[in-house]
């Protein structure tokens, strides 16, 4: 069975941090990406950034980068996403994703796996 489970999604003022977790089983983490899309209501899912697990190359996105760090580590089968400097248009439910090999989609139909979902929510 195949699994992605996320986690660390809370309420936070703006300027503060959270890290999400998303923790993989059932299939080969190496050959993977891992990263995040995120979906704010009535708004289309978003990546946000990704790992290449063998290679430790990182995407992110131009609206978070400089303020959010993704890392993976192999042998625990995790991926992280330390965000910081959240801003109010970061709120949404941010859902780890998986695909084979390298190559990120943008869109969300080309991911393969993805985790349930976890809520971030930052405060004015």
């Known amino acids: 069975e195949v699994q992605l489970v996320d986690s660390g999604g809370g309420l936070v003022q703006a300027g503060g941090s959270l890290r999400l977790s998303c923790v993989a089983s059932?299939?080969?983490?190496?050959?993977?990406?891992i990263g995040w899309f995120r979906q704010a209501p009535g708004k289309e899912r978003e990546g946000v950034s990704c790992?290449?697990?063998?290679?430790?190359?990182?995407y992110y996105a131009v609206s978070v980068k400089g303020r959010f760090t993704i890392s993976s580590e192999k042998d625990k089968n995790t991926a992280y996403l330390q965000m910081n400097s959240l801003k109010p248009e970061d709120t949404g439910v941010y859902y780890c994703a998986a695909v084979d090999g390298n190559v990120w989609p943008t869109d969300p139909e080309l991911i393969d796996y993805w985790g349930q979902g976890t809520q971030v929510t930052v405060s004015s």
């Open positions: 059932g299939f080969s983490f190496d050959d993977y990406s």
């Open positions: 790992i290449s697990v063998a290679d430790g190359r990182a």
